[in-house]
């Protein structure tokens, strides 16, 4: 593959969401755009991927370690907000609702892509419960995200803490990050015991 | 209602508009002219899947890249849809939009018996499963959430049997919470439906012997979901012995039962027609009652039927709201009133010669 185009076709059809298609369309897209946008483009990958790391206490992206809400002594520490993946960190903020501190597993149980309890970063959370009166399960509300939840309370349920899983009422088989911000407060008000 | 239909590149048919209105329609030609594909474009509308194959592509004519339906359809209020495939990919729109499937299934309700569903009557019972999750989801569009949940965990449940089953706890936990939905839908319908058959039956005035529907759930729904988490607990030590799992609506039965004992063993092929249109009339029944009025679709109609048990449907098929009958035998259709005669010719539709009923005038036909 020297051609460069098909080169770029090819890296940008390696992106989640993203078919040959679509690839096709973008790579033809940045061919008509001025050259100085294609560089920031580039830079901002490269800028991402250079600065940018995960946080070692609660897996979030940031550029200081540890992150800013989990160095922030404002942050309620005994408040811990359990997610699949860092971006769904930002819908929750937006809510204004939680004042604790996040745990990001890295992933949601899938026997289907090989994800076990092995594959999520389950060591750090139970390394951090000392001090956290209660856990909220704020996994998606999809068929993994909620065995991903079951699996949670089971585990966390000799620890000594209330672990609570928000109320999505149906789950609908979708995504944090597609949830509106009322309706992931209300989910996050009415979070239920399990 | 079905009020204009546009196929380009579809099957054996030749680009068409047509405005075929509401009544019974009967579409007449020898085979291969173009009658099934008319009725699969249809029920590929309301659908947006084909009753003969999995893959759209095989319904792009010969010679072309991609197909393309667009209906128009007159319920409470007017409605297009459109589907179609092209090389990348299948689409489909409700007025102009993409939109979810179960928006797009609920604008056009139909109920079909077609060559393809005679398996229900005869093969393996997931055709019966099938057509059972067809009936919930034409009654309640919403139900697709519960299928695809349940067919979600379903799935991620065997493959962790396939490698060995440890950790199954939490999803038969999620699994038991669909199991427990899935089933009490299926049984609500089967209950509603053994109703309006027996309703469709009377209707007949036939001297026919018991027909009846009896749905066997592989875990029953009555204890809620805590009983069937017992269920799938107690059977898990199996379950990881066979890598497989073993109860479930993905096991279930539904019996379909002539003079008391299973139909597809004991009915002829002509007394399974019968049943097949029966239990049509009685599905599309239900979507009237419930205020979503179906479109009726009956391939090959007269097939397996003699001319004493096609009068005696006659009157039940042709009283639907909108009605699509097809047959290659014009001659048995001689005195047999209340319908539009169209004649299916080489891939297009138009007016039957030497019909004498009245309303297809006010209907027409362009090649564009
Ligand atoms: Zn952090």
Redesign the interface.
């Known amino acids: 593959m020297s051609d460069p185009l098909a080169r770029l076709v090819g890296e940008l059809s390696r992106l989640p969401g993203i078919g040959t298609?679509t690839a096709t369309r973008l790579a033809h897209h940045l061919l008509k755009v001025p050259a100085a946008d294609c560089r920031a483009l580039a830079d901002a990958i490269v800028e991402v991927t250079e600065k940018l790391f995960y946080c070692s206490v609660c897996n979030s992206i940031t550029d200081v370690e540890p992150c800013g809400i989990c160095s922030d002594p404002q942050r309620d520490a005994s408040l811990l907000c359990v997610v699949e993946e860092p971006f769904n960190i930002a819908p929750v903020e937006r809510t204004g609702e939680f004042r604790g501190r996040y745990h990001v597993l890295m992933g949601a149980?899938?026997?289907?892509h090989g994800v076990?309890?092995e594959q999520l970063r389950l060591a750090g959370l139970l390394d951090r419960l000392g001090g956290v009166r209660e856990v909220i399960l704020a996994t998606n509300p999809s068929?993994?995200g909620?065995?991903?939840a079951?699996?949670l309370a089971?585990l966390l349920k000799p620890k000594e803490v209330k672990v609570t899983r928000l109320a999505f009422g149906?789950?609908?088989?979708g995504d944090i990050e597609y949830t509106d911000e009322v309706t992931l407060a209300r989910s996050l008000a009415g979070r239920r015991e399990i | 209602m079905l009020a204009q239909l546009s196929c380009r590149s579809f099957r054996n048919l030749t680009d068409t508009d047509w405005h075929p209105g509401a009544g019974c329609h009967l579409l007449l030609g020898a085979n291969g002219t173009g009658k099934t594909s008319l009725l699969e474009a249809i029920y590929l509308l309301a659908t947006t899947r084909s009753f003969r194959t999995s893959q759209p592509e095989d319904c792009v004519r010969w010679g072309e890249e991609s197909f393309h339906l667009r209906g128009e359809f007159e319920n409470t209020e007017r409605t297009s849809l459109e589907v179609g495939w092209e090389p990348g990919g299948r689409h489909r729109a409700v007025n102009g939009s993409s939109t979810t499937l179960a928006s797009h299934l609920g604008v056009q309700p139909v109920v079909s018996w077609t060559a393809a569903d005679h398996e229900v009557l005869s093969g393996q019972p997931a055709h019966r499963r099938r057509f059972l999750d067809q009936g919930v989801v034409g009654l309640k569009p919403a139900a697709l959430g519960v299928l695809a949940r349940h067919r979600r965990a379903l799935g991620q449940k065997r493959e962790l049997l396939s490698r060995g089953g440890r950790g199954l706890a939490p999803w038969n936990e999620v699994l038991a919470e669909a199991i427990s939905e899935l089933v009490s839908l299926r049984q609500q319908y089967v209950a509603r439906l053994r109703v309006a058959l027996g309703r469709t039956l009377t209707e007949t005035g036939e001297a026919l012997p018991v027909i009846d529907l009896r749905y066997r759930p592989s875990i029953a729904a009555e204890g809620g979901a805590e009983h069937v988490l017992a269920r799938l607990a107690a059977v898990g030590a199996r379950e990881r012995e066979e890598k497989r799992p073993l109860l479930g609506p993905h096991r279930d039965e539904l019996e379909v039962l002539w003079g008391e004992r299973p139909a597809r063993r004991v009915a002829s092929a002509g007394e399974r027609k019968l049943v097949g249109v029966l239990l049509t009339i009685a599905r599309g029944r239900l979507l009237e009652e419930a205020g979503r009025s179906p479109v009726y679709l009956l391939d090959d109609a007269d097939a397996e039927l003699d001319r004493g048990r096609l009068e005696a449907l006659w009157p039940l098929v042709a009283g639907g709201p909108q009605v699509f009958v097809s047959s290659n035998r014009p001659v048995v259709w001689e005195g047999i009133e209340g319908a539009t005669r169209w004649a299916v010719e080489g891939g297009k539709v138009g007016p039957a010669q030497g019909s004498t009923h009245g309303s297809e005038t006010s209907t027409q036909v362009s090649d564009k």
């Open positions: 298609k149980l899938s026997p289907q076990g309890p068929v993994e909620e065995a991903t079951l699996y089971r149906m789950p609908v088989g």
